[in-house]
């Protein structure tokens, strides 16, 4: 079938990266340079000695303990890891992690220059650190690159460029204006620019042309709705709960929540502040009241599956892990059976922390369907999120339901007594009540049914609500939940700064001010750098989920800690944060560099050059609906459905799941951003998941990127793509002014941003000319094509489908030759790629 086809397009043109690349990267540092702990001697103790010889002092081997500066004999120390004796060799051979000769050498010299040790980088508040002075090469017209003044202006531009100089390296030229304004658009929105928004830029030409841009993109709509999409995936929003029935539960009002916070500009202390603890102000708003519900975005079990003791405990568990994650960097779940085996987390402190969360005002969650007990999928406590207009009508509606399960209990009442009392003048034997009982029941169903369907479409929100009393928490032996040992009351990891001490219970709004506290190492600087991450699609700290013992150092810690503090000082400005950011030298280089720089610095750690990957999966299902002339930017409100292949669901719904099968809607909702897709966490939406979204089961602090067949499968026979192609080659043939030439051009430039070179025009001229020769000697397959195309396109309205409707034969052949370069545009490597 024509439409398996895929033209190549031969990279006239477009450059493309070594297609290998091979990391070299030293693992021991130069002998002439500074040993540093930090750097270069705990990551090793961390990985290869922790586990036996850490802070777990339950499972410490030999009472040695290597995390802290202990008493240990420090020359069996060497004696040990530099033995070939395998009964005395450390690392122990069945742990399978030996140490390489290059970190044998960097431990032997640590200990030999006195084995000094540091406190971990990020457990040291951060402290501003003056910007280093940089030095341009005196005669840049000699030099490899002429390095622009404007490097030694911007703060982070200095501590960028000076770690470069001392890596022997320089930074590459600014991107071209093309390259940088679909970079910035889709950094800060999600989406690709329009044409009209590139021709714009392109013909500003003042020096206040970018900042500019970023300005209008900051103030999109767009942008917090991208935002939010990194914040969804870091608490694990979900439509569905997870676990064995993965029932339906609404949740979509705490997204509106997130997308409004972000095109605010709330400040993210607050942000993160009404989240921990907004249910527990004075007199809580009901967007505060919303945000808690950060508080119940764990997975739930099913009624009957677990205990309600069980069900308790795991959705504790899951809160702190959530917050652990989210907040601060940390994995705290792996404390909930023992001591942590890397960081300083012992089981105390983590079920101290869970005392935070042990208060909640309401039965044990467990997952049920809908129901008139827990209508639309959620549970108790919650609000609805009502016009005055509704709230009295559902006021109306529960006085019925009230008033008619009042007159039944009377009836059975009078029926019961009049057993005991026969000499009563109103006595009604059982006959009668159960004739009345029987009159009675359809107007007791028929207004049931009338508040559920009317409470069916009011949006309404889970909140987090406390218990007035305080309930005792204790330290789970081994983390069962039936094993309570020691009592515990609300806390903080000892090796962090103290909450202020007070004489009254601490509560969650204590947890909330302690974590935002600009003491706290750990918030703003994971912040800051998730942050970074968005922008050049790695962190500072390459492992953003976790500064822990286990994660990678910091590229450049002394312009992390200066990002961090400069942004708590602007009052956790977020707006003003990114736009710093964008606005740098580095932000702006070209992503083109030579072959040392990729075989050096793979992953752009230097930051020599502009990052280059892969766009996350919601850009490339966007990117296709919005270049096409099909998005739906409508905003807020509940998840929609877009149409996917039959019968996925049914592999991991029960019958009894609610809803247990999938039904695609209808109209344009269909193209509505990819944020706003139904989200089943047993089951998520497969054209993201294949392109590396996750399934929203745990907190996600970064994905992976994958390159797998099955993505270039789904790119190409994608129906929804399809019909979103023909409809943008229809607009194309419609413009009858223009040329071939200059359609392949407008095409190309749509999909790409960039204008194509002489030889891509020819070579893109030659695979038109056959796909139309193909459709020709074929017009079946033209004709089928169309057909298919408006079937898919049907769903979202007669007005679509109908503009890509075409009879005439020629016609045909004409539209499907257009839609197969259209689809070809959108398979290239440069679509896909943010460069």
Known sequence: MIRFILVTILSAGLWLAPSLLITAAAEAPEASKDLSFKRDVR???????????????????????????????????LDRIQSDDPDIVMPPPEMNKPLSPAKVETLARWIEDGAEYEQHWAYVPPSATEPPIVNLPKNTADSDVSISNEWTKNPIDRFALARMQSEDLHPSPRADKRTLIRRATF????????????NDFLADTSDDAFPNLVERLIAKPAFGEHLARYWLDLVRFADTNGLHHDHYREMSPYRDWVIRSFNENKPFDQ??????????????????????????????????????????????????????????GLTMQCAVCHDH??????????????????????????????????????????????????????????????????????IRNKAESSKVDQDDENIITKEEADSLIEALEPTLKEVIEARDSFLSQIPAAMIMKDHDDVRPAHIMVRGAYDQPGEEVTTGTPDFLPPMPETDARKTRMDLADWLIDPSNPLTARVAVNRFWQQLFGVGLVKTSEDFGSQGESPSHPELLDFLTVRFVESGWDVKSLLRQIVLTQTYQQSSRADQRQFVEDPDNRLLARGSRYRLDAEMVRDQVFSVCGLLNTSMYGKSVKPPQPKGLWKIVSMPSSYPSTFTADTGDAIYRRSLYTFWKRGFAPPQLTIFDAPTRESCIARRERTN????????????????????????????????????????????????????????????LQQFRAAFEQQPVLAEEMIAGAGKSAMQAGESIANAIKIDAPQEQVELAAWTMLVHSLLNLDITKTRE
Not at 47 to 66: Q, T
Not at 721 to 747: C, G, P
């Open 43 to 77: 990551p090793i103790l961390s990985n290869h000695c922790f586990a036996c010889h850490g802070p777990d002092e339950n499972h410490r081997a030999a009472g040695v303990r290597l995390d802290v500066a202990d008493e240990v004999d420090l020359d069996e120390v």
């Open 187 to 198: 950094d800060l929105t999600g989406l690709p620019p329009t044409v009209n928004e590139i």
């Open 271 to 328: 942000f993160i502040k009404d989240q921990i603890a907004g249910d527990l102000n004075d007199d809580p708003t009901r967007e505060q009241l919303i945000a808690s519900g950060f508080n119940r975005l764990h997975l739930i079990i099913d009624v009957g599956t677990a205990l309600p003791e069980e069900s308790a405990f795991r959705n504790m568990v899951d809160q702190v892990s959530a917050v652990g994650t989210a907040m601060m």
């Open 341 to 410: 085996k890397y960081d300083p987390i012992t089981q105390k402190d983590f079920y101290q922390m869970s005392a935070f969360f042990n208060n909640f005002d309401g039965e044990p969650e467990t997952g049920r369907r809908g129901s008139s007990d827990f209508p639309r999928g959620i549970q108790p406590p919650y609000i609805n999120l009502c016009t005055p207009e509704q709230d009295a009508e559902i006021e109306r509606l529960e006085e019925a339901v009230r008033v008619a399960r009042a007159a039944e209990k009377a």
């Open 708 to 767: 797998t067949p099955l993505q270039a499968l789904m790119m190409m026979n994608e129906e929804q793509f399809f019909a979103a192609e023909m409809y943008l080659a229809k607009q194309l043939l419609d413009q009858s002014e223009l040329t071939s030439e200059e359609r392949i051009v407008l095409a190309y430039e749509t999909v790409t941003s960039q204008i194509p070179s002489q030889i891509t025009r020819e070579e893109l001229d030659l695979g």
